[in-house]
């Protein structure tokens, strides 16, 4: 069974950084894309980005490229979402998500793991 852990949120400044770790159990790591989304309060989960297994290729949300990077350890079983320049409105629960018909655009993910809190305070 694949099960996703999510760690690394917390508290940020504005304008400072924080760095997200999803490890992936149940070996499909490196056959599906994978993708991080959020949640903020009172608002519906969006997409943020998305990575291939095969190519490395990425894909952002507008509203957070150039801030935000997505990688991949395929060895290690790690997704990573690296946050820079953060802001007040990058407030919310954190996502990582997969599943074998998961697309870079951020549809088709079935599998998520239970969330990690990131606060970004003015």
């Known amino acids: 069974q694949v099960q996703l852990a999510e760690s690394g949120g917390g508290l940020a400044q504005a304008g400072g950084s924080l760095s997200l770790s999803c490890v992936v159990s149940g070996g499909i790591f490196i056959t599906w894309n994978m993708g991080w989304f959020r949640q903020a309060p009172g608002k519906e989960r969006e997409f943020v980005a998305a990575?291939?297994?095969?190519?490395?290729?990425?894909n952002y949300a507008d509203s957070v490229r150039g801030r935000i990077t997505i990688s991949r350890d395929n060895a290690k079983n790690t997704v990573f979402l690296q946050m820079n320049s953060l802001k007040p409105e990058d407030t919310a629960v954190y996502y990582c998500?997969?599943?074998?018909?998961?697309?870079?655009?951020?549809?088709?993910?079935?599998?998520w793991g239970q969330g990690t809190q990131v606060t970004v305070s003015s």
């Open positions: 998500a997969t599943g074998p018909s998961a697309r870079l655009g951020g549809s088709g993910y079935s599998i």
């Open positions: 990575i291939s297994p095969y190519t490395g290729a990425t």
